[in-house]
């Protein structure tokens, strides 16, 4: 019973701590032993017992006291590019060896206000810079799932893969996410659990470390849908401390999930069909379709010309945005700072810290946007790269203004590819994973990924939506509704116990 | 666009990153992938279209200028891998 409570749902959760069945210190201690089980999969980094055994034991007295937070008592993960106070948060890099922050950031005060509780902090990419979390200096996290009759170790994804395999190996009830390219919908989509990337906006960016400003929005990895709605409702809400966080209600998303979805339009993009993709994802996309048309919806070929030129307009905005973000890692206010050698200046100083503190696809993505802003390279692709991301949305909104009410698209263009099996490729083929998902961040949409169905070799494959901006709500349904008719309830085995 | 090994050694320490001589070559590889990767963007028409400032449409908010924080200095240099009588430490900038 004990070891069973780890795979519940946040809604079955909230139900049997408002019933009784359980305690949140029950529920707790068993996420904390299946935790223990698991560091085979490098998920959580820094483990946080105390902090959860705390939390857990005060969630219980609110609990008995009545509590209505929905998230109350509910054990989760925390990607490790949120700032938790005096815990640490090194974004996966060497960089912020020991930085331990002085302040919480705005996602997870707000978490912890309803009552939800730490249980550590998880594997990711180096500075979200990646979709593997093969770049991490803490080494891979590793999928949950592996191929039929195949003990290969496969990437859950990334940047959020230790996000996604805590999840899906049901080593916390739900996890926190954030996505600049396709960092929540990829993994959630690779391990067969639920990611939602909000409207640019939703949710505050502040105390989490920056990686692209202008894409960077934080976001629920959960099991369901229902759970989506529910950790998102917590999550977001305005914050004067982020400059760009919206000043606008926050709906009831869980309760908008109808099921009635009857009248609406989906749109299918056919740019979105690109040559490679296999077979198999062709035909969970058609599968998809098909059942929201039997759901009630309409479904209508659309077109987003632009889309070709979303990957290459995102590796030019991205990494200039991270060339200026990353610039505070000097070995000056906090984290690493290089041994210095007689003689050695300020330059040296910085210089040395960095090669040290950076890893390999961080230091190429710095030095990318240091050139693309450039003299002389600015006009030609900073500001040309902007230009077309203003078509990118160009293109989403007259979808949207001809009355398109969602978009369904596959979520990745493969299922988990093995660990060290792009090792040798270049870095270009990595980038292309997210080919689906980086669109959705230019024109600053929500998106989700619904995991559909398996491939041959029973690895999950997701479907993604796309919605109107702030229309969480509405998205959520018709992801409810796709994941009610797509019924995937496979699991991974617990090999890694 | 091609970038040569001299290109790359001027972004490295435009970057502020040291990169060993031996390595520059493969830098400049990897540059080059990428950019011809990004170089697609050439074919785009954007005659007449403005540069994306926000996503979303919206007035950067202002607030009052006043002091609202502060008073924090050891937490403020609780981090730094060099802190001293209240100060950052770093390497003599002035001759």
Known sequence: MMSDLSSLTIAEARDGLRAGSFTATELTAACLARIEAADALGAFVHKTPEIALEQAAAADARIQGGAENPMCGVPIGIKDLFCTQGVPSQAASRILEGFRPEYESTVTTRLWQAGAVMLGKLNMDEFAMGSSTETSVYGNAVNPWRRKDDATPLTPGGSSGGSAAAVAADLCLAATGTDTGGSIRQPAALTGITGLKPTYGRCSRWGIVAFASSLDQAGPMTKTVRDAAIMLGVMAGFDPKDSTSADRAVPDFEAALTGDIRGKTIGIPREYRIDGTPAEIEKLWNDGAAMLRDAGAKIVDISLPHTKYALPAYYVIAPAEASSNLARYDGVRFGHRAKLAQGDGITEMYEKTRAEGFGAEVQRRIMIGTYVLSAGFYDAYYNRARRVRTLIKRDFDLAFEAGVDAILTPATPSAAFGLGEMADADPVQMYLNDVFTVTVNLAGLPGVSVPAGLDAQGLPLGLQLIGRPWEEADLLNIAHSLETAAAFTARPTDWWI | ?95
């Open chain 2, 1 to 95: 666009m091609s970038i040569d090994i001299e290109t790359a050694r001027r972004v490295a320490k435009l970057a502020r990153i040291r990169v060993e001589e031996q390595d520059l070559p493969a830098l400049a590889g990897e540059f080059n992938a990428i950019l011809g990767f990004i170089e697609q963007l050439g074919e785009v028409d954007v005659e007449g279209v403005e540069p994306m400032t926000s996503v979303t449409p919206m007035r950067l908010r202002r607030r009052v200028d006043e002091v609202t924080d502060g008073g924090c200095q050891a937490k403020v240099l609780a981090n730094a891998p060099d802190a001293r009588e209240g100060f950052f430490a770093v390497p003599k900038v002035v001759e």
